[in-house]
Nanobody, 120 residues
């Protein structure tokens, strides 16, 4: 029904940059908030950044001023990550609130996750 395809993870040195993207496809009627979460080993999954359908972003305090979330189009969200730190190392998950044509109800979908490793 819905596919969320993430890309852009990898290994980067401290102070470096990466850009994550997530593209939604399928029988989607509308998309509301799109977000990125991350989960480090042994820790809970936490919100990194979110952006509403109107383009209003919000960020975790730990990434403010370093990360920028954007909606490239109605079905794609990106996360530009600058000045990366070792503590940013985690699996990053795309999260999308949408309405399926088949059900006409709001549901939350998750991507498969992409690894980001910040290390020298």
């Amino acid at each position: 029904q819905v596919q969320l395809v993430e890309s852009g993870g990898g290994l980067v040195q401290p102070g470096g940059s990466l850009r994550l993207s997530c593209a939604a496809s399928g029988s989607i009627l509308s998309i509301y908030t799109m977000a990125w979460y991350r989960q480090a080993p042994g820790k809970q999954r936490d919100l990194v950044a979110a952006i509403t359908s109107g383009g209003n972003p919000n960020y975790a305090d730990s990434v403010k001023g370093r990360f920028t979330i954007s909606r490239d189009n109605a079905k794609t969200v990106s996360l530009q990550m600058n000045s990366l730190k070792p503590e940013d190392t985690a699996v990053y998950y795309c999260n999308v609130e949408l309405v399926l044509r088949a059900t006409m109800t709001r549901t939350i979908w998750w991507g498969q996750g992409t690894q980001v490793t910040v290390s020298s």
